[in-house]
């Protein structure tokens, strides 16, 4: 479980997060969604401290993320995968070798117990024949789910996830959440995803946090989501007419 | 309080030093695996030495086979003695052109190279995702770049220092400026082997210069694909000023 409590970022003189607060379940897929540059990826960033926040605190299973120095970051990111936007696979390495990666570091293990690994994971997220391919060499929605499975090769307990279906097509994309949710619920991680892909929203999320100008501005779940009024959460919710359509039909 | 005019020159050049010397803190710590760090190792010195040691040959050659020429061309002054030219080719060679003209070539070859790598590596995300899984990425990527390059650049340096003067000898057989016999005589006349170590104490100055400073502006890049490009361009310029103004210094210590 991960608990935020007021966190604030601020570039330059712009405010960028204000005192956000959220509780992000274990063995839950916890959706952050708003506008693009509502202050999502930083909020994300804030959290793998990527980025320092100004004020506010981080605490990973109780352990106080924000207070912890350099080394002991170090060692509690070993606890952490991470699907980046692109993928952020390593050009130099092969599909396999990219899984490898974080265990060869870090893992006490023989090379041949390492490559086991490393193919468990590549078919756990359908891969298969795919080992010996450079990144350039496969289609966006495979290098996901490379990046899913090199998240998932230090069995971590906590899983983000930023827009993990920006540039799929929508049933690659349907494929990547629930992959997502699976191996939320398969390997009990708190998972955060990032998005602000309505589809992606109702087909995974089991909490909701709205944020808004960088602030939280509703949270709840799937059906609080179909039932609000929140005007500013409405407005994004509601934006395309295929969502639209949806909502009347489900008043009629 | 935001700083304007000449302050803010002084600053941001204070800022980016500081940031140069904090990268170099970051990086020079024990790396996480050892057996890592040298199959990194090994493959930088492929990537820095070996991938240049063409275009190093074919310089050096040419370089030589015309400071021959043009020194038989100026040394027609009975009064000069008939090895000069040898001997001219060889300490050019030696002191200036091996040392300093190749590592500025490399920083265009090399440093243009560690730069759009590790600026790529920055804007692709493929930095942060090595944060995240808990690797220090100034450690893991800089240090093999910068080792290698100390390492291997001073060999190139000599391989130059061999095919310069190997050239100054094809150029006085091909075109007849001068006899070869009188060639050999100059390029063994009076050798003062101190400039191999003082060429060799550059190259590695001027290789951790250029590896360095062409990280630091890679790793710094920051947007797309054309702050790439101009990070490629900063490490160069900056490199080359830092060599010619090292090589000054050195020269002063060296030599003097």
Redesign the interface.
């Known amino acids: 479980m991960i608990e935020v409590a007021n966190i604030s970022k601020k570039f330059g003189d712009r405010q960028v997060l204000s005192e956000v607060s959220m509780y992000l379940e274990t063995g839950k897929v916890n959706m952050v969604i708003g506008q693009s540059g509502a202050g999502k990826s930083v909020f994300l960033k804030c959290l793998v401290g990527l980025l320092q926040t100004d004020l506010g605190e981080i605490h990973y299973d109780r352990r106080n993320f924000t207070e912890m120095n350099y080394q002991q970051k170090k060692e509690l990111r070993q606890e952490i995968g991470m699907l980046f936007q692109g993928a952020a696979l390593f050009d130099s390495l092969t599909v396999e070798q990219n899984v490898v990666f974080p265990l060869e570091l870090f893992a006490k293990m023989s090379k041949s117990e390492r490559l086991d690994r490393a193919n468990f994971c590549l078919q756990r997220v359908n891969l298969i024949n795919a080992n010996n391919l450079y990144p350039d060499e496969i289609s966006g929605g495979m290098k996901k789910r490379v990046a899913i499975a090199r998240a998932i090769a230090m069995n971590p307990k906590y899983l983000f996830c930023d827009e993990p279906n920006s540039g799929l097509d929508p049933q690659t994309s349907i494929v990547i959440d629930n992959l997502i949710k699976e191996i939320t619920q398969e390997f009990n991680m708190t998972t955060v995803v990032i998005s602000h892909d309505m589809n992606s929203v109702m087909e995974i999320s089991d909490n909701i946090f709205f944020i808004y100008s960088g602030q939280k501005w509703w949270e709840g779940n799937k059906q609080d989501l179909l039932t609000t009024d929140n005007k500013e959460l409405c407005d994004f919710v509601y934006a395309s007419s295929f969502m639209k359509e949806f909502k009347k039909s489900q008043n009629r | 309080m935001p700083i304007f005019g000449k302050n803010a020159v002084m600053f941001k050049i204070f800022k980016q030093f500081g940031e140069y010397f904090f990268m170099l803190r970051k990086t020079f710590t024990r790396p ?2 050892m057996k ?1 760090f040298f199959r990194r190792f090994f493959d930088e010195v492929e990537a820095i030495g070996l991938d240049s040691l063409a275009i190093v040959a074919i310089l050096s050659v040419f370089m030589g086979a015309v400071i021959l020429i043009q020194s038989a061309y100026n040394f027609s002054n009975p009064l000069i003695p008939a090895y000069a030219e040898g001997v001219a080719t060889r300490d050019s060679m030696l002191l200036e052109f091996s040392p300093t003209i190749i590592s500025l070539i490399l920083v265009g070859k090399v440093g243009s190279s560690i730069a759009s790598e590790l600026g ?2 920055r804007v ?3 930095i ?2 090595l ?6 990425p100034m450690n893991y990527l800089v240090l093999p770049k910068i080792v290698a390059g100390v390492f291997i650049i001073p060999f190139l340096i000599v391989i130059s220092m061999f095919l310069g003067v190997y050239g100054g000898y094809l150029a006085s057989l091909l075109t007849g400026a001068i006899s070869p016999g009188r060639y050999i005589y100059g390029i063994q006349y009076d050798f003062v082997p101190y400039y191999i170590f003082y060429a060799l104490v550059k190259s590695a100055v001027f290789a951790f210069i250029l590896t360095s400073v062409s990280s630091f502006h890679g790793y710094h890049a920051q947007g797309g694909a054309l702050e790439v490009g101009k990070s490629s361009t900063k490490a160069v310029v900056y490199s080359t000023i830092a060599i010619i103004f090292f090589n000054l210094v050195l020269t002063k210590l060296l030599l003097n």
């Open positions: 996480q695996k890592i790529t590596m692709t995300e493929q942060d995702a944060e995240i899984m808990g690797v220090d």
